[in-house]
């Protein structure tokens, strides 16, 4: 086994990995934030129906 520099694979499943980390912390952060501020408290209770309740935060 070498300890050699990262394949091709691992540097594409990283990114990946970061890429989906990066847009669900936008959703979350961002988007949620902004649906609230819209809707009030239209929005988590729909959001509870869909199936879109799972939070980071608090917000």
């Known amino acids: 086994m070498?300890?050699?520099a990262p394949s091709a694979k691992w540097i594409a499943l990283t990114a990946l990995i970061a890429l989906i980390?990066?847009?669900e912390?936008?959703?979350r952060g961002v988007e949620e934030s902004y649906l609230?501020?819209?809707?009030?408290?239209a929005h988590p209770a729909?959001?509870?129906s869909a199936?879109?309740?799972?939070r980071l935060s608090g917000v």
Request: aromatic share 14%.
């Open 2 to 4: 070498t300890f050699g």
């Open 21 to 23: 980390v990066a847009v």
């Open 25 to 27: 912390l936008q959703a």
């Open 36 to 41: 609230i501020r819209r809707h009030g408290s």
């Open 46 to 48: 729909y959001a509870s």
């Open 51 to 54: 199936g879109l309740s799972f």
